[in-house]
Nanobody, 120 residues
């Protein structure tokens, strides 16, 4: 069983930045780890992932303002978000054990999420 704990969310003004963290109890080798978000009344959407070989992948409309990274020594995944917009407000989740980068349904383990609020 993999446990994931997100942190770093908060309330920021539009144009600001946040760096979200996700600490995992362990990693499942050979699988994808990623970030997703869900706003109230909307479907969950994929943001980015780190692939088994260590390279990253992004949803087409998320590249540029979002940067995913990891520190393997700390079992921690990060998501840097720059130039935040009001439409970025959502609960942000990290997930592990995926078999497709942006395929949320393929991920086995999920954190509880960290809330991001953006004021205009």
């Amino acid at each position: 069983q993999v446990q994931l704990v997100e942190s770093g969310g908060g309330s920021v003004q539009a144009g600001g930045s946040l760096k979200l963290s996700c600490t995992t109890s362990s990693r499942i080798s050979g699988t994808y780890v990623g970030w997703f978000r869900q706003a109230p009344g909307k479907e969950r959407e994929a943001i980015a992932c780190i692939k088994p070989r260590g390279n990253s992948g992004y949803a087409d409309d998320e590249a540029g303002r979002f940067t995913i990274s990891q520190d393997r020594s700390k079992n921690t995944l990060y998501l840097q978000i720059n130039n935040l917009k009001p439409e970025d407000a959502a609960m942000y989740y990290c997930a592990d054990g995926g078999t497709a980068c942006l395929g949320g349904r393929t991920y086995m383990y999920w954190g509880q999420g960290t809330q991001v609020t953006v004021s205009s």
